[in-house]
C-alpha cells in the first residue's frame, strides 16, 4: 500500500505508474497515483493551451520551410487510399462549408460573366478539355486539365471576367499551383 502526495489517499501499488531509476539501478513507484498522474497532465495540457498554440505559431512562422517540407513529406508517404479516405471522411463532416464554397465560386462566375460574352465558345472550351483527359485517359497517361481563368475572378487588386478571352486550358497540377496568383504590371 502507498498514500498519493496528491489525493491523500492509501492505494494499492499498482494504483501507480513504475519508472526506472538509472542512479539506483531499479525501479520506484510515482507519488501520485494514475488518476491523479492523468489530470495533472490534463490540467497542465489544456491549461496552458493558449501558450502551447502561440508558441507553436511562432516556431511555424520561424521554421515555414522545413515545416512545409516536413508536412509534404508526411504526406507523399501516405499511401493514396488513406488520402482518399481522409478526404472524404473530412467533406463529410464539412460538407456545408463545402457546398457554401461551392455556391460562392458558382455566384463569383454568375457576376463575372459580361452580357457579351460568347456561350457556345466557352462551353465548347470547357469540352475540348474532357476530350483531352481522355484521349491521354486511353493512351495510358492520367493527366488531368482545368479551364483556368488567365485574371483570377476573386483577387485582391484585379478581378477578371468570366469571358472566352480570359480562359485557358491548363494542367491540372499547374493551375492548382498558381492558385490564385496574378503579377500585375
Known amino acids: 500500500m502507498k498514500i498519493c502526495t496528491k489525493c491523500l489517499q492509501e492505494k494499492d501499488k499498482s494504483s501507480f505508474y513504475s519508472c526506472w531509476n538509472n542512479q539506483r539501478n531499479k525501479y520506484y513507484y510515482r507519488s501520485m497515483c494514475k488518476e491523479c498522474d492523468k489530470a495533472s497532465s490534463r490540467n497542465r495540457h489544456y491549461g496552458s493551451k ?78 475540348n478539355c474532357r476530350e483531352a483527359e481522355e484521349i491521354f485517359n486511353a493512351v495510358g497517361v492520367n493527366v488531368k486539365f482545368h479551364v483556368d481563368h488567365i485574371i483570377p475572378l476573386n483577387h485582391d487588386k484585379v478581378c477578371g471576367l468570366h469571358v472566352e478571352n480570359n480562359l485557358q486550358i491548363l494542367n491540372a497540377e499547374e493551375n492548382l499551383s498558381k492558385s490564385n496568383s496574378f503579377e500585375v504590371i
Open 50 to 127: 493558449e501558450k502551447n498554440n502561440e508558441r507553436s505559431r511562432e516556431w511555424h512562422l520561424a521554421n515555414k520551410e522545413y515545416a512545409n517540407v516536413k508536412r509534404r513529406a508526411a504526406y507523399h508517404a501516405e499511401p493514396d487510399n488513406e488520402k482518399r479516405r481522409k478526404r472524404q471522411k473530412h467533406y463529410k463532416e464539412n460538407k456545408t462549408l463545402y457546398l457554401h464554397h461551392s455556391k460562392l465560386r458558382k455566384s463569383a462566375i454568375k457576376n463575372a460573366a459580361a452580357k457579351w460574352r460568347n456561350d457556345d465558345y466557352i462551353k465548347d472550351l470547357y469540352r
